[in-house]
């Protein structure tokens, strides 16, 4: 492997234009990477580029992404890992560690002190406007204690390497530790495709980080078992992922914040169940959006009263509120000054410069030099200066110049030059790209602050400087090697009673996963159809066959919500293909496979991996659609039937898949309720379809034509073979209505599925909730029509015999399905609707009144 190419490049005195993190000025490896690029020399280009490729396709099945817009058909933007590893060195790390654990205690002190006495202003030791001016300046926040007195628990800082290769801070992420879990998966990633390479060093782990931070937690709940949730924005927010990887880490639930209510100065989660209190709040969103009664009116991300709760002492959230200001880039300039003044210390770790140009004298100096800096705001990542290769023409400047002078106080200039340059595969090839990290850090108590063996280790795309995640940066797994005769202290918890905690189901959760269930079903069913259908169609069937089966076929797809217009006919190559691939929203394969995905996506933290990377495959089938305009008749209908037999092979998959692989809890029983009440659904309305085709036929004149129907109907519902093994009989108008509507033994019978929606519910819910008893009273309803009704001899009053005139048979069919969809309701009312259920002990404000609100 050659890389003298890629040796660090000076300038004309001789200083390095960036610091080479893997290379020495000749070009060859440092010491501590020397045996990876031994390893990966060895290793034939072809081989490389597999592995890249696996590791990218292991990134997609864990469901992790990162992405700032869903531009694409199925939104989000896979996770990048490169196969090369950051490698920090045990004196390195140490560095490191320490100057984290100093900064975290320096920026404590900082917000104690400025949302209590205010000496460090008073003194005039920090300027008043980048403090009490700064948008994340809470003064709710001064009546407020935080959780143990603390306002930072778990932080981020950002760190890049100078072009003389020292670590200086670049950015806190004090208030929000963004990309644990990505540097979490990141280790797991490559420990399934690259697991020879770490047989050459002594890595610390990371794998007990989630575990850690739920033990601090926990840590600030009075209750033995109490219930901590993470608050996130949802899926709009672009590190979704993370929060549903971290709660499901930690096992804890991930909510909104409208799965949230306050309640006698009190915060309640919204569950199947009732209403459970909450004691602690892990918190992904920004304070600005945290509680609509206190700050930004418009919020709907918050939880209203929630600021009230914490007043009172009733619920922790973390980290405090307030917290936010230390994340201003403003105060960054600030750090050394903050660590003399409130520790009395020198630096471990310097400060990238950092100009605020609401101060004139620094303004002045940023705007005569411009192009030597980036220009930030405050928050985020936004850069408004340009990237590495693009221009800087007069027009862009005058713009940026606009922008500054209309808010200067708004951003800080930083010189260029932060990013050290890195190594990373493409294609088997490495390619130069510039790099940063973000270390992590949580405090188990006042005196003990662990900094995680670990970070993100950000890196740009070709051709760039900036690698934040949101400029569509990617990443490296971090290794920390330990010196010798060390151990982390991660893991070292003292032995406490082992107890499994409660498990919370929210509302939203119920409902993600039976809509899911619900979709996956009808995803199945029509493709099953489909792909019966297909190879019906290279059979040899004659002119009465052909006539007979197919207005069967048409009338017998699953029926559309809504009462939206008539899909495609199932009877031609071209309409079954529609019936496939057409576009979401139109009652295609493709239609419920995106919603039962999207529903999926929305509960990452309950599905484990193994089924997400099943729902991944099932929803890669459908990508690419656009292209298949140019493919012939043949192979649109050869691709139409392998799509759909690998639809239903799938799903049932994805149903084997979770059952060995997830918790059965309430959440996932709601997966498997839809996935039976859409059986039953799909059932009763191919039996109204069938029956209202037999009337047609009906008399002792047309015997063989519904012969052929109920032949052609069985097929359809793939059932014909069960049909001979319960009855071993010609196929007859009555027995088959009997199999379908209330024997037991048959899949698809409306009655087994019926009986299975009430074992189900009866496991994940008390038998008290009133949802669960008036769902029972209403399929104990259409148990005691199926079991009572004789099929057999209304099948043959009115189908073999003739219509009779009061059309009771028809009645009958059509009123049972109408109960089977209105089983839905009474799910939907009961369990997934965010009923709210007290119990007498927890409503004080409620006395008196009915326990359902």
Not at 164 to 172: F, Y
Not at 489 to 515: C, I, K, M, N
Request: aromatic content about 8%; some cysteine.
């Amino acid at each position: 492997m050659q890389l003298a190419k890629w040796a660090p490049t000076t300038r004309k005195d001789g200083a390095p234009v960036h610091w080479n993190e893997l290379l020495d000025p000749a070009g060859e490896p440092r010491a501590i990477y020397a045996p990876l690029f031994r390893r990966l020399a060895s290793t034939p280009r072809a081989a490389l580029r597999r592995t890249d490729e696996q590791l990218e396709a292991t990134m997609r099945e864990m469901g992790v992404t990162f992405d700032i817009a869903r531009n694409r058909a199925w939104g989000r933007r896979p996770w990048f890992c490169d196969l090369l590893p950051q490698v920090f060195t045990p004196d390195e790390w140490a560095t490191l560690e320490r100057g984290m654990q100093q900064r975290m205690h320096a920026y404590e002190c900082f917000l104690r002190d400025v949302y209590g006495e205010q000496r460090i202003l008073r003194q005039g030791i920090v300027p008043l406007p980048p403090v009490l001016g700064s948008p994340y300046y809470q003064r709710a926040a001064r009546a407020l204690r935080p959780p143990g007195g603390r306002f930072l628990h778990l932080s981020g800082m950002a760190v890049g390497r100078n072009p003389e290769g020292a670590m200086v801070v670049k950015h806190h992420y004090f208030s929000h530790a963004s990309g644990i879990s990505y540097m979490i998966q990141n280790r797991r990633a490559m420990s399934r495709v690259l697991p020879e390479a770490f047989l050459d060093y002594a890595i610390q782990p990371v794998t007990e980080t989630p575990t850690e931070i739920l033990e601090v937690l926990r840590g600030f709940a009075h209750d033995a078992d109490p219930t901590v949730v993470l608050l996130s924005g949802g899926e709009a927010s672009a590190a979704y992922s993370e929060h549903s990887f971290l709660a499901r880490r930690m096992g804890i639930p991930l909510v909104r914040g409208g799965d949230l209510i306050v309640l006698n100065d009190r915060v309640y989660l919204k569950t199947v169940s009732g209403l459970e209190r909450v004691e602690v709040i892990y918190s992904r969103i920004s304070d600005t959006w945290l509680d609509p009664l206190v700050f930004n009116a418009d919020s709907l991300l918050g939880v209203p009263g929630l600021v009230q709760c914490i007043r009172q002492g009733t619920v922790a959230v973390l980290n405090a509120v307030g917290a936010q200001l230390v994340d201003d880039r403003a105060l960054l300039p600030f750090g050394p000054t903050l660590i003399r003044y409130y520790l009395g210390e020198t630096p471990v770790l310097a400060d990238l410069d950092t100009y605020w140009l609401g101060d004139l004298d620094q303004r002045e100096f940023v705007l005569n030099d411009l192009a030597k800096f980036i220009i930030r705001p405050l928050y985020g990542e936004r850069i408004l200066t340009p990237d590495e290769g693009e221009t800087f023409d007069e027009r862009r400047r005058r713009a940026l110049l606009r922008e500054i002078g209309a808010n200067p106080a708004g951003f800080v200039a930083q010189p260029r030059g932060s990013t050290a340059l890195t190594l990373c595969y493409n294609s088997g090839k490495p390619r130069p790209r510039h790099q940063d990290h973000i270390l992590f850090a949580l405090h188990r108590s006042e005196q003990d602050c662990v900094v995680f063996p670990g970070a993100l280790t950000r890196v740009a795309e070709p051709g760039s400087f900036f690698t934040a995640s949101e400029l569509r940066g990617g990443s490296k797994d971090t290794w920390v090697v330990a010196a010798a005769g060390t151990r982390s202290d991660l893991g070292r918890r003292p032995q406490r009673d082992v107890h499994a905690p409660s498990h919370h189901v929210t509302s939203r959760v119920a409902e993600a996963f039976y809509w899911a269930g619900r979709y996956l079903e009808r995803a199945r069913s029509l493709a099953a159809m489909i792909a019966v259908i297909e190879s019906l169609e290279t059979e040899e069937l004659n002119s009465t066959e052909r006539t007979l089966y197919r207005p069967v076929w048409n009338r017998m797809l699953p029926p559309l919500e809504g009462g939206r217009a008539e899909r495609e006919s199932i009877s031609s190559a071209a309409g079954r293909y529609r019936l496939t691939f057409d576009a979401p929203g139109s009652g295609s394969v493709f239609s419920s496979v995106a919603r039962a995905t999207d529903n999926a996506e929305s509960i990452l933290e309950c599905l484990s991996n193994e089924a997400w990377g099943t729902l991944s495959h099932l929803r890669s089938l459908f990508e690419g659609t656009a292209r298949h305009a140019r493919l012939s008749p043949e192979k649109r209908t050869a691709l139409t039937r392998r799509t759909c037999q690998q639809v239903t092979e799938l799903v049932a998959q994805f149903f084997g898949m979770a059952q060995t692989t997830m918790i059965a809890d309430g959440g996932w029983r709601f997966c498997e309720v839809g996935e039976r009440l859409e059986r039953a659904v799909i059932t009763a309305n191919a039996l109204a379809t069938m029956t209202r085709s037999l009337l047609r036929a009906a008399g002792p004149a047309r015997d063989h034509a519904r012969e052929i129907q109920l032949s052609a109907f069985l097929r359809l519902l793939n059932c014909r073979d069960v049909y001979r093994r319960v009855y071993q009989m010609r196929i007859e108008s009555g027995p088959v209505l009997e199999m379908f509507g209330r024997n037991t033994m048959v899949p698809r019978s409306i009655l087994r599925c019926l009986t299975q929606c009430r074992e189900l519910l009866e496991r994940s819910q008390p038998d008290s909730a009133a949802g669960l008893q008036r769902t029972f009273a209403g399929i104990e309803a259409i148990r005691e029509e199926l079991v009572q009704t004789d099929w057999d001899h209304l099948a043959e009053r009115e189908i073999e015999e003739g219509p009779a005139a009061d059309g009771e048979l028809l009645r009958r069919i059509e009123g049972l399905l109408d109960r089977v969809l209105g089983i839905h309701h009474l799910i939907s009312d009961g369990f997934l609707n965010h009923q709210i259920h007290m119990r007498a002990a927890d409503q004080p404000l409620l006395t008196g009144f009915s326990h359902e609100v």
